[in-house]
């Protein structure tokens, strides 16, 4: 197995499973960028992206660690060499997990609205992640090279099948409660109000044997078995 192909089984669960959460990066842009920012190896420091130290503002899943290396950027058409500190993370998906909320930035609209994986390589462009102008051609190349588009139908089936899932739980709980006030409702119509006037010697003789505590509010069928039982000298 390639070291491209290795590094792909690696992250790929990780990257279906933030898109199936909800995350706005196709898993197709999201590999093909994490090869192209690292060569294809997971870096100690588990930064996928490139992520910057940028403002400094701790998240929930970047705890302030950094790690100065050697990197380039692209001013006036020019390639400089220069020394960067980047943020440095205990995950790959706490690096993901990150970037996502860099993502919902104003700045970044474009890349979360895209609707397809080369609309989104091109926006992440054009909306500055990277100064070098080819960098959205460059993901595009290496979504088709390696097929990676198939994370992203993945991603789809898994999503399809949780949002049927949850249909069938809400129709399942919705006729539950139908089910529920079905029930209140003949159990409603069983309750008399009152006692009927044919059963109240066999309620009276009931209460006095200590076999009723509280005779108002039965139904039709209590009325009647008491009326039975007390005929029959049962009670």
């Known amino acids: 197995m390639s070291?491209?192909?290795?590094?792909?089984?690696?992250?790929?669960?990780?990257?279906?499973?933030?898109?199936?959460e909800g995350s706005p990066i196709f898993p197709s842009?999201?590999?093909?960028?994490?090869?192209?920012?690292?060569?294809?190896?997971?870096?100690?420091?588990?930064?996928?992206?490139?992520?910057?130290?940028?403002?400094?503002?701790?998240?929930?899943?970047?705890?302030?660690?950094?790690?100065?290396?050697?990197?380039?950027?692209?001013?006036?058409?020019?390639?400089?060499?220069?020394?960067?500190?980047?943020?440095?993370?205990?995950?790959?998906?706490?690096f993901f997990r990150d970037q996502d909320l860099l993502f919902q930035l104003p700045r970044y609209d474009r890349v979360r609205l895209a609707t397809t994986p080369e609309q989104q390589a091109d926006m992440l462009q054009k909306c500055g992640y990277a100064t070098d102008p080819q960098y959205g051609e460059k993901l595009k190349r290496i979504i088709d090279n390696y097929d990676l588009k198939r994370y992203d139908l993945e991603a789809e089936v898994e999503i399809t099948v949780i949002?049927?899932?949850?249909?069938?739980?809400?129709?399942?709980?919705?006729?539950?409660?139908?089910?529920?006030?079905?029930?209140?409702?003949?159990?409603?119509r069983a309750k008399m109000a009152a006692v009927p006037e044919?059963?109240?010697e066999a309620v009276d003789a009931a209460v006095a044997a200590g076999i009723v505590d509280t005779p108002e509010g039965g139904s039709?069928?209590?009325?009647?078995i008491l009326t039975v039982m007390y005929r029959k000298g049962l009670i």
């Open 220 to 224: 039709y069928d209590f009325y009647r």
């Open 29 to 94: 842009v999201r590999i093909a960028q994490a090869g192209l920012e690292t060569g294809w190896k997971i870096p100690e420091h588990k930064n996928m992206g490139g992520y910057k130290v940028g403002s400094g503002q701790l998240t929930p899943y970047w705890h302030g660690k950094i790690v100065n290396k050697g990197t380039w950027e692209v001013y006036d058409g020019k390639r400089v060499d220069v020394t960067a500190a980047f943020r440095a993370y205990d995950s790959v998906e706490d």
């Open 163 to 188: 949002e049927g899932l949850r249909r069938q739980v809400e129709q399942l709980a919705a006729e539950n409660k139908r089910l529920q006030q079905r029930v209140e409702k003949l159990e409603n």
């Open 198 to 200: 044919w059963a109240k």
């Open 3 to 20: 070291a491209a192909a290795a590094f792909i089984v690696k992250i790929a669960p990780v990257v279906v499973k933030l898109r199936v």
